[in-house]
């Protein structure tokens, strides 16, 4: 890596640190990108490039991360949980939470979490991180992916 290189990622982590940290605020690319000090296109190329995903999934897979760990807890509504991590439409949490999750916030909720009880919260983290990818536990290698 150059030492240009270097200072992009540096500059791509804070941003991701930024979205991290204030998940629950409104950001937009405009803002992530004046936090890694680019443009707001070469910002959303780079860290496509450098993470795998684009800004906006990144902030929302955290913000379904975050809000899968206070529907476990089971004290707060959808719509609650959906306003507590930056969400503004339900309806576009709800989807988007299904489509890494696999089942909609209200089935998530419903679910017995007690075996996470006893886990430490940074394993939980790891167990339970949401994925656009579907998993590949239990799979053989060389058997066809359905």
């Keep these: 890596m150059t030492p240009h290189d270097l200072a992009n ?55 379904v991360e975050r809000a899968k760990a206070l529907l476990r807890r089971g004290d707060l509504s959808v719509t609650a949980v959906c306003m507590a991590v930056g969400c503004t439409s339900l309806g576009s949490f709800s989807a988007r939470f299904t489509q890494l999750v696999g089942e909609t916030p209200t089935a998530y909720r419903a679910l017995d979490h007690s075996a996470l009880a006893s886990v430490p919260g940074c394993v939980a983290k790891d167990l339970t991180r949401p994925s656009p990818k579907p998993s590949r536990i239990g799979q053989t290698l060389g058997a066809p992916a359905p």
Excluded at 30 to 55: C, D, I, K, N
């Design 9 to 63: 990622l540096a500059h791509l982590r804070r941003s991701r640190d930024l979205m991290d940290r204030e998940y629950a605020r409104p950001l937009d690319v405009a803002t992530l990108a004046r936090a890694a000090l680019m443009s707001t296109a070469h910002f959303s190329r780079q860290f496509s490039v450098t993470y795998g995903e684009t800004p906006y999934a990144y902030l929302m897979t955290r913000r």
